[in-house]
């Protein structure tokens, strides 16, 4: 049996590590330690889930990779064909196959491309590896050239346009939570005083900043502070003891909030968090008050508690954390073609790569700005559309 696990480390350091019927891994783990050292544990574990798929198709196939390789004999051409046809499937599909039972072509249940993609691409770079590791061939560099370009050509293509995302948080949505999510009001769906404070806050903080989840849980109470919220990257922190450790995934920056937001986590730390004995143990922000009352809230919490807003107004369908972030580039995108307008379209293109990049995190000359602000332009060449008819019927 395959187990992804994450192990913390005797100095706070957390990592992703793989094990079969209880026994760590060599070699996987050793590739994650000497090559993924630099990556988030989100990441490491995210790539030993997608290594589990070959360590699957090797039990189905027979194969034992590491005495093939160590024989200097890698994959051949048919053998690349099945492993990348068998990571196209789904874990459902994986059990039955390799349960001997016999599986119709009908109830072949594939992987999204994406998924795919990710399998593909972290097999291939452990392959490349652990050849490189065990071979002694003089040949084995050409080797891992052959099969590198086979299992690429054999990848499926993924292109950026073939799904635009429509994510918008409603005037309607808005209304629930800037309204009866308040404390107090009597369609509240949280009963405690305390939860209603803090959950109302958490939606709202989201709301103005865009951050992400594990940023949010990583917040501490000093972060706050001048109309602003400082988003740090505090990785393996020790005094964080939660089993799974929310991170800032992007890089760090003081994103802007209104006052009266500030005053509203001022008052949540001063009325309720400060009353509970286990807070003031750690600087976290954002605390439980009934479960280990004090201790930092929890990732598994955040999706409750949005969790049951849903429940309770049907109209908060689709709410999510991340949907706030698209909604918050939606707002930058507003904000920046009011604020620029007297811009050219090249000058003002600049301008929203700075601002989206450090209000988000992103690497200036990465491509994220372009996936988050495609409603907007989608709407934008809507409206121009229209336009363009109306002129054709003499309305312009």
């Not at 001048?226 to 920056?253: F, M, W, Y």
């Not at 989608?378 to 336009?387: N, P, Q, T, Y």
Request: aromatic share 10%; glycine share 6%.
């Amino acid at each position: 049996m395959l187990t992804v696990t994450e192990m913390r480390m005797s100095d706070g350091t957390r990592r992703g590590c793989i094990s079969e019927n209880g026994q760590l891994m060599y070699y996987p783990n050793l590739y994650v330690t000497s090559r993924m050292r630099q990556c988030s544990k989100e990441t490491q574990i995210g790539f030993l889930h997608n290594l589990k798929v070959l360590f699957l198709w090797s039990a189905y196939e027979g194969i034992e990779l590491e005495t093939r390789f160590a024989g200097n004999q890698h994959l051949s051409e048919s053998e690349i064909h099945r492993l990348v046809n068998f990571c196209a499937w789904r874990a459902e599909t994986h059990k039955k196959l390799l349960s001997s039972v016999s599986v119709h072509q009908t109830a072949y249940k594939q992987v999204k491309r994406a998924a795919y993609f990710q399998r593909i691409t972290a097999i291939r770079n452990y392959i490349d590896w652990l050849y490189l590791q065990l071979s002694t061939s003089n040949s084995k560099h050409e080797e891992v050239t052959r099969v590198k370009a086979t299992m690429h050509s054999l990848a499926p293509k993924m292109k950026d346009h073939a799904k635009i995302e429509y994510v918008k948080v409603s005037d309607e949505q808005l209304e629930i939570i800037t309204k009866k999510l308040l404390p107090g009001h009597p369609d509240n769906p949280w009963h405690s005083e305390s939860d209603q404070h803090r959950n109302v806050l958490i939606f709202h903080m989201l709301y103005e900043t865009g951050m992400r989840r594990g940023e949010l849980l990583g917040l501490h109470v000093s972060d706050i502070k001048e109309c602003g919220v400082s988003i740090v990257r505090r990785h393996n922190n020790p005094i964080d003891l939660r089993k799974n450790q929310p991170n800032a995934k992007t890089g760090e920056r003081t994103i802007p909030i209104p006052k009266a937001l500030e005053l509203f986590a001022h008052d949540y730390v001063m009325e309720h968090r400060r009353k509970l004995k286990g807070a003031k143990k750690h600087p976290f922000l954002f605390i439980s008050h009934k479960k280990g009352a004090g201790n930092p809230l929890s990732v598994s919490a955040i999706d409750w508690i949005f969790k049951t807003a849903r429940k309770s107004f049907p109209e908060l369908k689709g709410i999510s954390p991340h949907k706030f972030r698209h909604h918050m580039n939606y707002r930058i995108s507003k904000w920046i073609d009011e604020k620029y307008a007297h811009l050219s379209p090249e000058d003002r293109a600049i301008k929203d790569q700075e601002i989206r990049s450090y209000l988000n995190g992103w690497s200036p000359n990465g491509t994220q700005q372009a996936r988050y602000n495609r409603r907007y332009n989608v709407e934008e060449a809507g409206k121009a559309m229209v336009g363009r008819a109306n002129s054709y019927e003499g309305k312009g």
